[in-house]
């Protein structure tokens, strides 16, 4: 089994940088997705990480550490329209590499 | 848009009614999912088909019923359900289960109300 933690909630302003971090506890780590959901729509993928290090998609980047059962998810130059759910799930092979969710982190960005 | 398209987005049903959600995807991926989700909590894995094949069913109540008429096509049938199974059931697709880089693709949902 595994545990995946995240910030419930995170608030931050228009124009800033917000890092939303996620932390798990698995055996047989075989990668590591970040997900956006706006309310009631679909989970729409943003970024994958398997090994370690920074993976940059425009104003999101995604950070990742196994030694730390560590990732970090970074957004830059914040909109309002980033106001959403992020998602952190992780893959373990011992799970027959299913895809394991995060509670989610509610970011609220503010004019 | 999603390429993953479920109808219908909105679906209230009393207890004694018998309902059918549907998903469809063109992508060629051989392997669908069926999600709920609660208000606030990340989606839960209910069933897994590959290559149209039911591969997972994750303890769900026998009152969900879900069925892969082709690879393009998920239906998820209800049948007396309760009011706490009101959710958002989302379906997603992949092209190959298990496929570690593989990312979930999913619809936009639908949002059942039990009353």
């Known amino acids: 089994g595994q545990n995946i933690d995240q910030p419930t909630e995170m608030t931050a302003t228009e124009g800033a940088i917000v890092q939303i971090n996620c932390t798990y506890q698995t055996s047989g780590f075989n990668g590591l997705f970040w997900y956006q959901q706006h309310a009631g729509e679909a989970p729409t993928f943003l970024s994958y990480?398997?090994?370690?290090g920074l993976e940059e998609k425009g104003r999101f980047s995604s950070f990742l550490s196994r030694s730390k059962g560590y990732s970090y998810l970074l957004l830059k130059e914040l909109q309002m329209k980033d106001s959403a759910s992020y998602l952190c799930?992780?893959?373990?092979?011992?799970?027959?590499?299913?895809?394991?969710f995060g509670g989610g982190t509610r970011l609220m960005v503010k004019p | 848009d999603t390429e993953v398209t479920q109808t219908p987005k909105h679906l209230v049903m009393g207890m004694t009614n018998k309902k059918s959600l549907k998903c469809e995807q063109h992508m060629g991926h051989r392997a669908m999912y069926w999600y709920k989700q609660k208000a606030k909590k990340p989606p839960e894995l209910m069933f897994v088909y590959s290559y149209e094949k039911l591969s997972i069913n994750e303890s769900v109540p026998s009152r969900f019923s879900p069925e892969c008429p082709n690879s393009s096509l998920l239906n998820l049938h209800l049948h007396a359900l309760q009011p706490e199974d009101s959710a958002l059931y989302l379906c997603?697709?992949?092209?190959?289960?298990?496929?570690?880089?593989?990312?979930?693709?999913f619809g936009n949902g639908t949002r059942l109300t039990v009353t």
């Open positions: 990480n398997v090994l370690d």
């Open positions: 997603a697709s992949s092209p190959i289960f298990r496929q570690v880089n593989s990312p979930l693709h």
């Open positions: 799930a992780v893959r373990e092979n011992n799970a027959g590499n299913m895809l394991t």
